[in-house]
T-cell receptor, first 115, second 116 residues
């Protein structure tokens, strides 16, 4: 049971390049989330998904797109990377429950640098 | 919408001393509260959470936090810290309703450094 995994661990892009970050979970969780972590700002929600085929915007969605074609995978895309997107990206997943009380399990993170 | 403020960005402390990491939140609805810990170069791990019931919640490694609704606070405490507690700690909140979908709003983080 690997939990939540993220690929790649590190990446350096040039401004204007595109890339996709992959998040995979093997816990059969319904909910998945993408956050970015910046110094002094905590984690901010980019996009989230409440089930296969559904996605929604979070707090800071501009410049990012997501897809959830399979329940276990949640992809985060940058179509045209900008230096402001230099950050550490975390994926998380949680089980759906009626009271929305379940723990979010986090991946190890992807460190992205945009030059 | 919710917001979280962690009042200290860095807290240095000596080993075996007590520590308190402060967290205040604001929300127009009932909330669930969480403390997460992040060790260097790792993801976040849940430390403890308040959902309902007793306002004092504890973790397995000696941390505790008390939900104070009147002061909208959820401060984290430990009576005696160890070197291994050195990490960044995040307070987080989510609305206590189905439409929240577990989305977390995080504070800015507090770096706890335990010195020998």
């Amino acid at each position: 049971n690997a939990g939540v995994t993220q690929t790649p661990k590190f990446r350096v892009l040039k401004t204007g390049q595109s890339m996709t970050l992959l998040c995979a979970q093997d816990m059969n969780h319904e909910y998945m989330y993408w956050y970015r972590q910046d110094p002094g700002m905590g984690l901010r929600l980019i996009h989230y998904s409440v089930g296969e085929g559904t996605t929604a915007k979070g707090e800071v969605p501009d410049g990012y797109n997501v897809s959830r074609l399979k329940k276990q995978n949640f992809l985060l895309g940058l179509e045209s990377a900008a230096p402001s997107q230099t950050s550490v990206y975390f994926c998380a997943s949680s089980r759906r429950s009626g009271a929305v009380t379940d723990t979010q399990y986090f991946g190890p993170g992807t460190r992205l640098t945009v030059l | 919408a919710q917001s979280v403020t962690q009042l200290d960005s860095q807290v240095p402390v000596f080993e075996e001393a007590p520590v308190e990491l402060r967290c205040n939140y604001s929300s127009s609805v009932s909330v669930y509260l969480f403390w997460y810990v992040q060790y260097p170069n790792q993801g976040l791990q849940l430390l403890l959470k308040y959902l309902s019931g007793s306002t004092l919640v504890e973790s397995i490694n000696g941390f505790e936090a008390e939900f104070n609704k009147s002061q909208t606070s959820f401060h984290l405490r430990k009576p005696s810290v160890h070197i291994s507690d050195t990490a960044e700690y995040f307070c987080a909140v989510t609305g206590a309703g189905g439409t929240s979908y577990g989305k977390l709003t995080f504070g800015q983080g507090t770096i706890l450094t335990v010195h020998p």
